[in-house]
């Protein structure tokens, strides 16, 4: 897997040109809720069998959650189990998740979706019922506490989600999908406010 | 004044500012707090609407959501107009403007009414019977004049300006219905902590006890009570409480949808407030508190305006201060009517009559309403109700005939007895029984884990109702995981009691009269419709049903049903439940479209997915084509240029010197593990292990019937990781494929499948000059062609961003794919177009590219093929890999019927004229004399002009294709036939030297 | 709309997240190319389409991404159980015999 990981793509030192995100900026904000759009983070597609959970979690800094619907985070890094052998790991801090899985031997796969993924902030005490208007899941602090991650849907698209706070979420959806994402939570954001 | 007939200390409005309305032009004033329906009445206008078959005049029947006649258009502005409205549902606001309907040219001198004197031709059935002949007369005569005369409202013809919302919701208990049974439940379920949802129909809590003047309730007036009780629900944290909220439908797994009607009711609501809500709850436990309805009686005319539910005029009184008349009747069979008679008669209006069709009945309302010198008639019937556009008297006879007596009344009040609404309970797959004391159906056997309190369970009495009803609510929370309860059960101190009533037509509308006895007022079905029905054979419930449309309007049959059913069942001389009774079904009341589609309209009917060179190409003027859920440029034209020019010049120039292309949507992923060659062996037709790192291969994907299903590009970027590309509308479900293959049949292979469509920006760059304007730009990748050769794949930089270089070519030039990731997309495609500029390079959209591969002979997956081809029909057995043991497909393909001969093949086609173009999907046959139907023998899959080749080009599936080479076949149009020449696919650089030219 | 509980999620969770896959426990031959006409038509075209208890396959599309199998009653529309890919088909139902 070294091999392989070793020809990742890594930031450039230097672009010559403007990185232009999706939807930069936008945000809107109703009667408690507001619905931002976040910066740019470092996002890696980690895939790998239970034997190497030990030493990739030990490369990244962070230990990789095997339980269901949760997280691991540490130092602006973020591990979210997505599935069995599958997590997104966000790193709001600047460092290369794939770099550091690069060294790792023990079977695994990691892709960089840094670019795949925008992400939306709702924040507020409407921030549930916001998300509620297009996602079927129970989002009360019971079933979907803060800490809770999941992949899911919203209206008619793919989204995945997590609990950041009591009235705080992070929507994470494909760059094509950002502004249906956006104008949705917004419409949302309008109905959960009033 | 808020009318005439508005009595001065009746009603809780008493300090209620007074509103204007209009109705059919007339203005009135009501009050604030008042229904349409009961500001009409105020008013003295109990004249509606007419009726949907024999346009007879209709009144107002009920007060609530069962209402059939009493239907209206509501009117905003021009957009905004709301058909078939419930006037006693409707909440009056300061200028509302209400319509009649299904009236002309006015409501109290109807043209259409001419129908009532020639029904004995619209008897039931009348649609089966009547139009029958000639045949064509039914689609271009009969239908729309029959729609025209009947219907009900008119569709606005203008956008819907309001906006819908939605939410899911998940609780552990909700309360359906907020009548006392449904408060108590959700007090007893809130008091331990769980999550409640408490929902009703009306505008206020209460349900009965709107009208029940005799119901006391922890010491207080019953209504009172129950405004008290939800003040103190709502101030929970744990309660949800939704008023003007219908639930209209129970599905699986008690998944309830209700709407929340959040804006009717108000004069100018705001922009941000929805007009409805929708929600979608989840509840781990459903209390069904949804009470009973009451029934008519059946007798002649008794669809006078004026004649109404008893239990609807003394809401009417008690709610709304309003006197349904001043001089009433009451026709009735059980003891509710009474207490409409004695609260009505307290209230100063004169009560002429009250006509029980029962022998003797006893009790202490009897007793009051005599005590009153109200005269008491045992053993009568109304046979006949006088007066047209308002009731104006009713005739009373001994139930078993003799002297008539005609009596002046201006309204009648009348009650059949009370119908549990069983309808979400049956909604919810549960099994009504019908108890033969009562004759009605309660809740039997449950499907869900649900629970019935109160009047729709057959409880009678408040006190019952109420110990039933906090009993449910508090076993539901402990069922739904609650700690037991610490509150206090509400004592019901004074309340009334109902008993049963009667079912069926009343005396004077029995089986040998021809009166007008009407069972459904809203689709205007008589008791005589019903037993003709059953005479011309119909057995079933569901049969007579359908023959007659009794139940079958918007209204559902709350009011008929039952009726109904007992006229069919004596009829037939069976009980009740042999008969059986016809299936409930959502929506309980009509739903919005509205409501339904909630956001999912404009920009958010579908994603609309835009790649990050999108804005580029907009602000250069591109025309863009849907292709699934993208927006992809279709051409760039200049000024002047229409699409033919715009696209003639793109592709002359990719030929010339260079063309850029936005490739982006392609579908993309990563296959990465020491098994991925392994895995891609068996995905795809084509062998992959000995691929060097480095190179790419284009792949066909087959599904395991032997046809194709995908094709693409795939890179090898190392001995473990493949970069596949597939088609722009395959990428979801050839993942899936993928997915589904790795995981449930090959779940040995150490490999991963990641999906990167959106991770990078793919910038096509294909021409003679591709690679000048290319190479200046990268770093640390040698574009020499002995170092990057066709189908090569590279990992480098490009202005400074990570990129992974494919040589490779859609269009038989020299190109390359530029994969960056796709925040610096549109930079690096500007970069490559100012390098492009210096060069003559042109931009090109999906029309160009279509061409161009077309010239090459290049299929494209979902158009040339379709679902039924495969890789020998395409041409493309070179890809099969000849020695490979398995692959997802390789049985499929070598079933009989897709190695016989004579099969459809891919050829090419070249008209004999050059300058004609055939039509995509245009049939093909040998013979253009012969008699039709002709044989067709396949038919053209792309067709386009190539200004290249300077004629038209085409490709075509023909059976036995490439065994006709050099053959004439005909494609017979509309205007003619076209002769055309079929060609081997490539028309443009046979030999392939573009490609690296 | 259903509740499915996902094996992998250890969680029940709405229908949306869910896709329905066709019948499960239909092996693909080790031998794919040796299979004779009969046995790949029974393999690819044939499907028991019962009326009752049927044994599918799902996968949690849009939540952990995984195939799984289920046991439905297609007259209910009750799932009986749901089981990880892989595992064999139940031997018994739960709640079987009452």
């Known amino acids: 897997m070294a091999k392989a990981a070793a020809r990742k793509t890594a930031p450039a030192a230097s672009p010559s040109v403007e990185r232009r995100p999706a ?54 890094r973020t591990a979210l189990w997505l599935g069995p052998d599958e997590w997104l790991v966000i790193d709001e801090a600047g460092n290369d998740p794939l770099a550091d899985c690069a060294g790792v031997s023990a079977l695994h796969s990691a892709v960089g979706i840094s670019h795949r993924n925008i992400a939306i902030a709702v924040t507020g005490a409407g921030a549930a019922a916001t998300i509620n208007a297009g996602c079927p899941q129970d989002l009360s602090l019971d079933a979907f506490p803060v800490g809770a991650a999941s992949r899911t849907i919203l209206g008619k698209t793919e989204i995945v989600l997590l609990r950041t706070a009591a009235d705080a979420f992070r929507v994470e959806c494909w760059r094509s999908f950002s502004d249906y994402v956006f104008t949705f939570l917004s419409e949302g954001s309008r109905d959960a406010a009033v | 004044m808020s009318g005439a007939f508005r009595i001065p200390g009746a009603g809780r409005f008493k300090q209620a500012k007074t509103a204007r309305f209009s109705f059919d032009g007339q203005s009135y004033t009501g009050i604030e707090g008042d229904t349409l329906a009961s500001a009409l009445l105020a008013n003295g206008v109990h004249l509606v609407g007419r009726s949907f078959k024999y346009h007879r005049p209709r009144g107002i029947l009920s007060a609530g959501a069962e209402e059939p006649n009493a239907l209206v258009e509501i009117k905003r502005d021009a957009a905004r107009k709301t058909p078939n409205v419930r006037a006693t549902v409707q909440e009056l606001y300061e200028g509302l403007d209400a319509q009649s309907q299904n009236r002309w040219p006015s409501l109290s001198f109807d043209l259409g009414a001419v129908s009532d004197v020639a029904s004995p031709l619209l008897s039931a059935g009348f649609y089966y019977k009547t139009f029958m002949w000639p045949k064509a007369a039914w689609k271009s005569l009969y239908e729309p004049k029959i729609r025209a005369a009947a219907g009900l409202g008119v569709s606005p013809d203008k956008p819907d300006p309001d906006h819908y919302s939605s939410r899911y919701a998940h609780c552990d208990v909700l309360v359906l219905g907020g009548g006392a049974a449904g408060i108590a439940a959700a007090l007893a379920a809130a008091e331990t902590g769980v999550r409640v949802i408490l929902a009703d129909e009306q505008a206020e809590f209460g349900g009965s006890l709107r009208f029940e003047s005799g119901a006391k309730i922890d010491g207080q007036d019953g209504f009172a009570w129950a405004q008290a009780a939800v003040a103190k629900l709502a101030a929970m944290d744990n309660v949800r409480v939704l008023p003007r909220t219908t639930a209209f439908g129970y599905y699986a797994q008690n998944f309830i949808g209700l709407v929340e009607r959040v804006s009717d009711h108000l004069k100018a609501p705001g922009h941000d407030l929805a007009r409805e809500r929708l929600w979608q709850v989840r509840a781990k436990r ?86 009153l010198g109200i005269e008491v008639n045992f053993g009568r019937a109304v046979i006949r109700a006088g007066g047209k556009l308002r009731v104006s008297s009713m005739t009373v006879q001994p139930k078993n005939g003799g002297g008539e007596r005609t009596i002046a009344v201006d309204a009648i009040l009348m009650s059949a007895g009370w119908t549990p609404s069983v309808h979400l309970f049956s909604q919810s797959r549960g099994k009504v029984a019908f108890n033969d004391e009562t004759k009605r159906f309660v809740p039997g056997t449950y499907a869900q884990d649900c629970v019935s309190v109160g009047a729709c369970n057959g409880t009678d009495g408040l006190s019952a109702t109420v110990d039933e009803a ?35 037509a009343a005396p004077g509308a029995g089986p040998d009269t021809t009166v007008k006895a009407f069972v459904d007022f809203q689709n205007d079905v008589t008791a005589k419709d019903i037993r003709q029905a059953v005479h011309e054979g119909m057995r079933s419930i569901e049969h007579v049903k359908r023959f007659t449309t009794n139940g079958m309007a918007t209204d559902q049959g709350k009011t008929s049903n039952m009726h109904g059913l007992a006229i069919a069942a004596e009829t037939l001389g069976k009980a009740i439940p042999e008969v059986g009774l016809t299936t409930f079904r959502a929506p309980y009341t009509p739903v919005t479209f509205g409501a339904i589609v909630s956001h999912a309209r404009g920009p958010l009917f579908d994603p609309t997915r835009r790649t990050a060179i999108h804005p580029w190409a907009e602000a250069q003027g591109a025309v863009f084509e849907d292709v699934g859920q993208w927006k992809r440029a279709w051409y760039f034209p200049k000024a002047g240029e229409d699409m033919h020019a715009a696209v003639d010049r793109e592709c002359v120039a990719v030929r010339k010197t260079a063309g850029l292309f936005d490739a982006s949507t392609l579908g993309k992923i990563e296959v990465v593990g020491p098994d991925a060659a392994k895995f891609m062996e068996l995905l795809y037709t084509n062998p992959w292990e000995k691929l060097e790192p480095g190179r790419c291969r284009y792949g066909i994907m087959l599904r395991e019937d032997g046809f194709i299903y995908d094709d693409g590009v795939v890179g090898r970027l190392a001995p473990d990781r493949f970069h596949v590309t597939t088609t722009t509308g395959g990428a979801p479900r050839v993942m899936n494929h993928m997915e589904d293959y790795l995981q449930t049949e090959f779940p040995h292979l150490n490999v991963w499948l990641t999906s990167i469509t959106e991770q990078w920006a793919v910038i096509a760059v294909q021409g003679p000059k591709s690679r000048d304007i290319i190479a200046p730009l990268v770093e640390g990748i040698d574009m020499s062609d002995e170092a990057l050769p066709h189908m090569s794949v590279r990992e480098g930089k490009i202005c400074g961003v990570p990129t992974r270089l494919f040589r490779m070519s859609f269009t038989g030039e020299r190109g390359f794919e530029v994969n960056v990731p796709a925040d610096y997309g549109q930079a690096v495609w500007e970069a490559l177009w100012a390098e492009g500029q210096k060069h003559g390079a042109a931009a090109y959209g999906t029309e160009a590219m279509h061409v161009l591969r077309a010239e090459k002979g290049y299929i494209i997956v979902g158009q040339d093929t379709d679902g039924t081809v495969t890789p020998n ?34 050829v090419g086609l070249k008209t004999k004229d050059p300058k004609v173009v055939l039509e995509e999907g245009a049939q093909i046959v040998e013979d253009p004399k012969q008699a039709i139907p002709m044989k067709m023998i396949g038919h053209v899959t792309s067709s386009y002009w190539s200004e290249n080749c300077g004629r038209s080009i085409a490709l075509a599936l023909v059976a036995g294709g490439r065994e006709r080479m050099g053959e004439t076949l005909y494609v017979p149009m509309p205007d003619g036939v076209i002769e055309v020449e079929v060609t081997g696919m490539v028309f443009f650089d046979e030999t392939g030297g573009r490609l690296n030219g | 709309m259903l509740l499915i509980r996902c094996p992998y999620c250890e969680e029940e969770r709405p229908e949306l997240e869910f896709r329905n896959a066709g019948e499960a426990h239909i092996a693909r031959s080790a031998n794919m190319a040796g ?30 991404a995984r195939f799984f199998n289920a046991v439905r009653d297609t007259v209910t529309d009750k799932f009986v159980m749901t089981y990880k890919a892989g595992e064999p088909k139940p031997s018994k139902l739960p709640g079987a015999g009452k």
């Open chain 2, 286 to 371: 459903v209390v069904l508190a949804s009470g009973a309805i009451e029934r008519h009686m059946v007798f002649a005319d008794n669809d006078r305006p004026g004649i109404m539910l008893a239990g609807a005029a003394r809401t009417y009184l008690n709610h709304y201060g309003v006197a349904v008349g001043r001089n009433v009747g009451v026709y009735t069979a059980n003891d509710s009517a009474y207490a409409a008679a004695i609260d009505l008669k307290k209230a100063g209006v004169n009560v002429a009559a009250i006509v029980d069709l029962r022998d003797n009945p006893t009790g202490p309302v009897i007793d009051e309403a005599r005590a």
């Open chain 2, 873 to 906: 029909d395409a041409g493309l057995d070179w890809a099969v890999g000849k020695k490979k043991a398995d692959f997802v497909g390789i049985r499929g393909m070598a079933r009989p019927d897709l190695v016989a001969k004579g099969r459809k093949q891919l």
């Open chain 3, 35 to 64: 299979e004779s006409d009969d046995d790949f038509e029974k393999f690819f075209f044939i499907r028991s389409n019962p009326k009752g208890i049927i044994y599918e396959r799902w996968r949690h599309m849009h939540g952990c």
């Open chain 2, 470 to 504: 906090y009993a449910a609510g508090a076993k539901a929370a402990k069922d739904a995981g609650a700690k037991a309860a610490k509150g206090n059960k509400p004592k019901v101190d004074a309340s009334e009691s109902w008993s049963r009533g009667m079912l069926g």
């Open chain 1, 23 to 76: 939807l930069t900026g936008r945000s809107t904000t109703a009667a408690g809720v507001k619905v931002e759009v976040l910066p740019p983070a470092e996002r890696m597609s980690l895939r790998a069998p239970e034997a190497s959970v030990a030493a990739l979690s030990k490369a990244l800094g962070v230990t990789l959650p095997k339980k269901p619907k949760t997280l691991a985070s540490k130092g602006g």
